[in-house]
């Protein structure tokens, strides 16, 4: 080093800037290319779960007030009505679990969805007993002994 021109020097030291310069824009390029990846994912399953998920969620919640305004009414026009409004929740709620069956990839997503179509059909089997208990008026008394017999 000490028999070294200063033009050798500066040379070298020019090199080595430029070998660590294109060095960490390597690293950045492929950083980017990892991040672009997680925004596509994101973007185009992630984003659209969510949405679908809510939406599902929104629709069960819709279906338990309406199941309670059901049991309080003694109007058949109202709980025929009523009784349309919980067909529809239910059928753009089978929608959004074929749509999600779509998009989720994850072996964990998979299995949590699949539990809930399992529930889910549980669900509609006692909605659908306290709803022919509601249409014939019983009392509670008889709506418990009726419902989970």
Do not use: C, W
Not at 62 to 87: N, P, T
Not at 127 to 145: E, F, H, K, P, Y
């Amino acid at each position: 080093m000490k028999n070294m021109t200063i033009g050798i020097r500066v040379t070298l030291g020019f090199a080595s800037v430029l070998l660590i310069a294109l060095a960490l824009g390597a690293f950045a390029y492929v950083r980017l290319v990892a991040i672009s990846s997680h925004s596509d994912h994101i973007a185009k399953q992630s984003l659209p779960a969510i949405e679908l998920v809510y939406q599902a969620e929104k629709n069960a919640k819709d279906q338990v007030q309406a199941i309670y305004k059901h049991i309080g009414s003694s109007d058949k026009d109202d709980m025929a009505r009523l009784e349309v409004s919980l067909a529809t929740a239910s059928a753009d709620n089978a929608k959004i679990y074929d749509e999600l069956d779509k998009l989720i990839t994850d072996p964990n997503g998979r299995a949590l969805l699949d539990k809930i179509k399992t529930v889910r059909a549980e669900n509609n089997r006692v909605r659908d007993a306290v709803l022919d208990i509601s249409r014939q008026g019983r009392t509670n008394a008889q709506a418990d002994a009726q419902a989970y017999t």
